[in-house]
């Protein structure tokens, strides 16, 4: 094997390894909420609060660390998206302040937007060809830390650890992706190109590819869709301990399954997704999803399965959407990233919030159907892309 293909995978591997991070700490909180509004005595307003603060930061990042990425490259993106982790997460478990709290959650947002920006980056800079097939690959280890981060608060729990002593040790993962992207390394890919003029990005021309009209539809899609995601990620535990008289270990159970659902669907995905064409996955994930989610409403305890198994249908929207977007878009393409995930930060910050503010006012059980209504939009969007698009892939 030559240096520069090692490097190149060596890279690859970096990239799926803060994915992970990615997925393990962006799901830390919906775990961890009926402990931290148990033990603070926060409300449901609150709580959609401590969530919506993560994604104004995760919208900050994306916007500026696209067209950053495109002058100092995606690995020093991630660096600083590892040392944002570090204080954020460090100062949450020390923090003893509503407000202070909440500010704290948009320095770990900033961390972890900019692994999104820097990571699918990266990947894209390494393989030109199939981007569908590794960015489903790349989203499948943010799957496999978000299926792991439910069993692991449930056994801190278990064990009698706070909600801060939770994150403070969720932070050593934090500080094993600064040393890894701190690491003197002379294979970054941006050092490669040709001019750096070729990696500065253009105001006029990011605006005339970035917001024409097709783009429209990618922002709207992406954006409804995150929103649908970590709406239910964030209080499906809440909501089958509140409502559905769960306890602890079984949501616990029905949350991790949601997301081995998606780390199996988006492994799946790889593989498929070229054969089948971009939109017709995406409209056929999504009316699979949401078919889930109103039978788990709708039907007895017995089915709440129903709920992991939607993770299935939605893991592969997110990367495919990427793909869709990015397809025509061979220079910039991180200032392009920062456009699309910072769409998919708005629609993350507002799902959560949203179910929040409408949970304090009529309950769980109305504030669940959140996600229904985002995914009707999504389906509405994406069905209408097709026929104004057209599809990317036959």
């Not at 059980?365 to 990317?392: E, H, N």
């Amino acid at each position: 094997m030559t240096d520069a293909l090692r490097s190149k995978w060596v890279l690859t591997f970096g990239c799926f390894l803060s994915f992970f991070a990615f997925g393990f700490i962006d799901n830390l909180k919906g775990p961890i909420l009926p402990e931290l509004l148990h033990a603070e005595k926060f409300t449901m307003t609150q709580g959609g609060t401590f969530f919506l603060s993560a994604y104004i930061g995760f919208v900050v990042a994306t916007f500026l660390t696209g067209g950053i990425s495109d002058v100092v490259g995606n690995r020093r993106i991630l660096l600083l998206a590892a040392i944002c982790l570090c204080f954020g997460l460090i100062g949450v478990s020390q923090s003893e302040s509503f407000w202070f709290l909440v500010w704290l959650m948009g320095c770990v947002g900033v961390g972890l937007g900019a692994i999104e920006v820097g990571a699918n980056g990266l990947i894209l800079e390494l393989h030109h060809h199939n981007p569908g097939r590794y960015l489903n690959l790349l989203a499948t280890f943010h799957g496999t830390g978000s299926f792991l981060v439910p069993l692991y608060v449930a056994w801190l729990i278990h064990w009698k650890l706070s909600w801060q002593s939770i994150f403070l040790f969720t932070a050593i993962l934090a500080v094993g992706l600064a040393v890894i992207f701190a690491w003197p390394s002379n294979s970054d890919p941006h050092r490669s190109r040709k001019s750096p003029m070729q990696a500065k990005p253009r105001l006029r021309q990011i605006l005339a590819f970035g917001f024409q009209p097709p783009m429209g539809y990618y922002y709207l899609l992406i954006s409804t869709y995150v929103a649908v995601e970590l709406g239910v990620a964030a209080w499906l535990m809440e909501y089958l301990q509140q409502v559905r008289g769960q306890s602890v270990n079984q949501s616990s159970f029905y949350l991790s399954a949601f997301f081995v659902m998606i780390m199996l669907g988006r492994l799946m995905g790889s593989v498929v997704v070229e054969k089948i064409g971009y939109h017709r996955v995406v409209t056929i994930a999504l009316i699979g999803g949401a078919s889930c989610l109103l039978l788990g409403m709708l039907l007895p305890d017995s089915m709440l399965i129903l709920f992991s198994m939607s993770g299935g249908f939605f893991s592969i929207v997110f990367p495919t959407v990427t793909a869709m977007a990015t397809s025509k878009h061979k220079e910039n393409v991180g200032s392009m990233l920062g456009i699309l995930f910072t769409f998919g930060g708005l629609g993350g910050a507002i799902g959560p919030w949203l179910i929040g503010v409408v949970s304090q006012w009529g309950g769980l059980t109305i504030g669940m159907w959140v996600p229904l209504g985002f995914c009707l939009m999504a389906l509405v969007t994406s069905v209408a892309s097709v026929r104004r698009v057209g599809r990317d892939r036959p």
